[in-house]
Each structure stands twice: as structure tokens, then as C-alpha cells.
């Protein structure tokens, strides 16, 4: 195999492992938020229909601020893009020929000499220019925007499946057993920070560590504060 088309399959692979990176870290999040709540009310001493709603509104709210941010953040990405390339292609219809001399000199300082540079910008104009600038001068693999509304609905998703875990689980146990739930939850922490790391190439132990050291934390806090507000009764 030769380096080049390594190299291409490398990138592939690394693209393919970020979508599933992005996932795992969403469900983390869900997990993290949602059963630190849980865990609080359930200290309180609150009944099981109280769980219920603060489990579900923390599992909506968790998700549609998920969504939000990255909708937010997607859509500016995007906004940036496009008024880049409309940058772009007004200047290609106005100054061709110092456009050409703008992509020559890109290749020339890469190490291309002169007249090969000057070939190679023609032709690639030739072929598609704005795609040729997109790439060589504003750095962007694709002149098709980024798509916020998708990544809005994957991130609110990817939150979703992590937090109705501990939902799920704070509904069917008693509140004496609330160990059972921040244990299964620090276990499933643990395993998705792994699974993270792995997916980003890092070595499993330490991913593994950081994301459950981060979720008991988080129990402990609301479990303290739970202790210290709720009603008679509470564990
Ligand atoms: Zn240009």
C-alpha cells in the first residue's frame, strides 16, 4: 500500500471514530447530569413521582440544551463558511487572472516551483474553481456547509440515550438502594470514557478514570446537597 492511499485511510478511519467519540462523550454527559439529579432527590427522600418528573425534565432540558449549544455553535461555524465562499466566488468572477496568481503562489510557497505552480492552479481552476480556493486558501475540505440541525438532533440524541439510563434505574430501585444507581452509573461511566479514548486512539485506563472521577464527583455533590435539604426521612 502506498503512503498516500494510507494516509487517506487513515484519515477515513480517524473521521468515522470521531462520530462515534462525539456519541459516547454526548452519553456521558447525559449520564453525568441526569443520575448526579437523581441521586440528589433521592437523598432528599422525594417519592417516586417526584423522580419521575425531575428524571424526565432533567432528561428533556438536558437534551434541548444540548441541541441548542451545538446548533448554535454548527450554524456559526457554517455562517462563517458561507461568507467566506461567497468572499470567494465574487472574487473569482471579478479578478480571475490574480486569483490564478493567488493559487500559484500557495503552491510555490508548499515548494511547487514557479511554472509547475502556475500549471497546476490553471487546471484546477479549469476544473472547479471555488472548490480549488476552498481548499488551498480557506482551508475547508468541503464547499458543502456543515449541517447544524443534524448535529443539533445527534447531540440531543446521543444525550437522550445516556441519560435515560440512570432514569430507568432510579424509577425501579428503592431509594435506600441509591449506591446501586451511582455504582451501575459510575460502571457505565467508566466503560463509554474507555470507549472514548479508544476511539480517539488514547490509551483505555486513563480515559476510563477521568469520566468516572468527574461523575462521582458529581453524585457526591448533589448527594450532600440532598443530605442537607430534604425532608425526614431521607437517606
Ligand atoms: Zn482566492
Request: proline letters at 2%; hydrophobic letters at 55%; charged letters at 15%.
Amino acid at each position: 500500500m502506498s503512503t498516500l492511499q494510507q494516509h487517506i485511510e487513515e484519515k477515513h478511519f480517524s473521521h468515522r471514530m470521531n462520530g462515534l467519540r462525539a456519541a459516547v462523550l454526548g452519553a456521558n454527559d447525559g449520564i453525568i447530569s441526569v443520575v448526579s439529579l437523581l441521586i440528589g432527590v433521592m437523598a432528599s427522600g422525594a417519592d417516586k413521582h417526584t423522580l419521575m418528573l425531575v428524571g424526565l425534565g432533567a432528561l428533556i432540558a438536558g437534551a434541548l440544551s444540548m441541541a441548542a449549544g451545538e446548533y448554535v455553535s454548527v450554524k456559526s461555524q457554517a455562517d462563517t463558511e458561507q461568507a467566506d465562499l461567497a468572499i470567494e466566488r465574487a472574487a473569482l468572477e471579478e479578478k480571475w487572472d490574480e486569483e490564478v496568481q493567488e493559487l500559484a503562489e500557495i503552491y510555490q510557497a508548499r515548494g511547487v516551483s514557479k511554472d509547475t505552480a502556475l500549471a497546476v492552479a490553471r487546471e484546477l481552476m479549469a476544473h472547479d474553481a471555488l472548490r480549488a480556493h476552498a481548499i488551498n486558501e480557506l482551508g475547508l475540505t468541503d464547499t458543502h456547509s456543515p449541517r447544524p440541525w443534524q448535529a443539533a438532533a445527534f447531540s440531543a440524541a446521543a444525550f437522550m440515550a445516556g441519560g435515560i439510563v440512570p432514569v430507568l434505574l432510579a424509577l425501579g430501585l428503592p431509594n435506600e438502594l441509591l449506591w446501586v444507581l451511582a455504582a451501575s452509573s459510575l460502571v457505565l461511566l467508566f466503560a463509554l470514557g474507555a470507549l472514548a479514548s479508544w476511539a480517539g486512539g488514547a490509551r483505555l485506563m486513563p480515559g476510563g478514570m477521568r469520566v468516572m472521577v468527574w461523575g462521582a464527583f458529581a453524585m457526591l455533590a448533589t448527594y450532600l446537597i440532598g443530605r442537607a435539604f430534604g425532608v425526614e426521612g431521607g437517606v
